[in-house]
């Protein structure tokens, strides 16, 4: 790949020849699991996506359905609860 910069005057001279990788979509993480409960708090905890696609995983996010029951008012209403690089959570 040749690459050079420009501007109002015109063209700068090209670079040498570079290679250029980009980096891949990463893995998935784990299916979320219950580590314990109680009657006012769940714990849960994932595996980490093995494959970071070339570039470090920076943060895992969380969502949680909020809404119980069934029908289509009750279905993917889908709420950010974690953000961030642990692999567990509790609520």
């Known amino acids: 790949m040749l690459i050079y910069a420009s501007n109002k005057a015109g063209n700068g001279e090209n670079s040498t020849i570079i290679s250029c990788y980009t980096a891949t979509l990463p893995g998935v993480p784990g299916k979320p699991k219950m580590v314990t ?45 974690f953000a961030g690089k642990a692999l567990t959570y509790t609520v």
Do not use: F, H, R
Not at 37 to 55: H, N
Not at 61 to 79: C, I, R, T
């Open 37 to 81: 409960s109680s009657a006012t708090s769940i714990e849960l905890k994932w595996d980490p996506a093995y494959d970071d696609g070339g570039s470090p995983i920076e943060e895992y996010q969380l969502y949680m359905d909020e809404v119980e029951g069934l029908g289509a008012p009750n279905v993917e209403d889908w709420v950010l609860k």
